[in-house]
């Protein structure tokens, strides 16, 4: 339906999904954006102030401690790298190409975490290079002493796949 009154913006229903999925694409892109530089910024922090070796505690069970991971998750997969970077890049370009379909802000967020998470992994593994194509170490930093050492962007995956979660079940109601 067209409203042809005076002044009044169309009410197509082509015209309405578009401008908010485009709208929710920008939001997943800013969110990845800013979640990358919050990584990257992180990871130089923790670079130029801490020792690795020499964790500094900070309230609780929170200390920083530098470590180095060439694997995945949990420092699990060892010197396979180039293997989840590669896995990485093609989730990216897939969570990328579903931005269309995107119809929640919540889901845009999420997928935006993600993307920025996965993206300030992938950039230690391609710039943090020792160990060939995609074989750098991934920084991580923050130690809660009762889980393993993680970092800004795992902080954004793990999150990131919550709120997806949550908003799944928010939207497939009975």
């Given at each position: 339906?067209?409203?042809?009154?005076?002044?009044?913006?169309?009410?197509?229903?082509?015209?309405?999904?578009?401008g908010?999925?485009?709208?929710?694409?920008?939001?997943?892109?800013?969110?990845?954006?800013?979640?990358?530089?919050?990584?990257?910024?992180?990871?130089?922090?923790?670079l130029?102030?801490?020792?690795?070796?020499?964790?500094?505690?900070?309230?609780?069970?929170?200390?920083?401690?530098?470590?180095?991971n060439?694997?995945?998750?949990?420092?699990?997969?060892e010197?396979?790298?180039?293997?989840?970077?590669?896995?990485?890049?093609?989730?990216?370009?897939?969570?990328?190409?579903?931005l269309?379909?995107?119809r929640?802000?919540?889901?845009?967020?999420?997928?935006?975490?993600?993307?920025?998470?996965?993206?300030?992994?992938?950039?230690?593994?391609?710039?943090?290079?020792?160990?060939?194509?995609l074989?750098?170490?991934?920084?991580?930093?923050?130690?809660?002493?009762?889980?393993?050492?993680?970092?800004?962007?795992?902080v954004?995956?793990?999150?990131?796949?919550?709120?997806?979660?949550?908003?799944?079940?928010?939207?497939?109601?009975?």
């Amino acid at each position: 339906m067209t409203d042809h009154r005076a002044g009044a913006e169309p009410t197509t229903p082509a015209a309405a999904p578009a401008g908010t999925a485009r709208s929710l694409v920008w939001l997943t892109l800013a969110v990845a954006a800013g979640w990358v530089v919050a990584d990257q910024l992180t990871k130089w922090w923790a670079l130029e102030t801490l020792d690795q070796g020499d964790p500094v505690p900070v309230v609780w069970t929170l200390q920083w401690n530098l470590v180095f991971n060439s694997g995945m998750a949990f420092s699990q997969f060892e010197g396979g790298g180039w293997i989840i970077g590669l896995v990485a890049v093609v989730i990216v370009l897939v969570l990328f190409l579903t931005l269309r379909g995107t119809r929640s802000r919540l889901t845009a967020v999420a997928v935006g975490m993600i993307i920025g998470g996965a993206l300030g992994n992938l950039l230690d593994r391609a710039l943090r290079d020792d160990g060939g194509f995609l074989g750098g170490r991934v920084v991580d930093f923050i130690d809660v002493q009762w889980w393993p050492v993680f970092n800004v962007a795992d902080v954004g995956v793990v999150v990131g796949g919550l709120l997806l979660i949550i908003g799944s079940l928010r939207t497939s109601g009975p």
